[in-house]
């Protein structure tokens, strides 16, 4: 919520790299909308 769902700026708020993000999205099994990315 706090990023309006964009993986770029969650993962800069985590310290980890946008692809780090995706994958524990994957591994958790979280969905998301690919257009939220943008």
Request: a positive charge.
């Amino acid at each position: 919520k706090h990023t309006g769902g964009r993986r770029r700026d969650a993962s800069n708020l985590l310290g980890w790299g946008r692809n780090t993000l995706t994958r524990k999205i994957k591994e958790l099994g979280t969905s998301y909308s690919k257009a939220e990315d943008e």
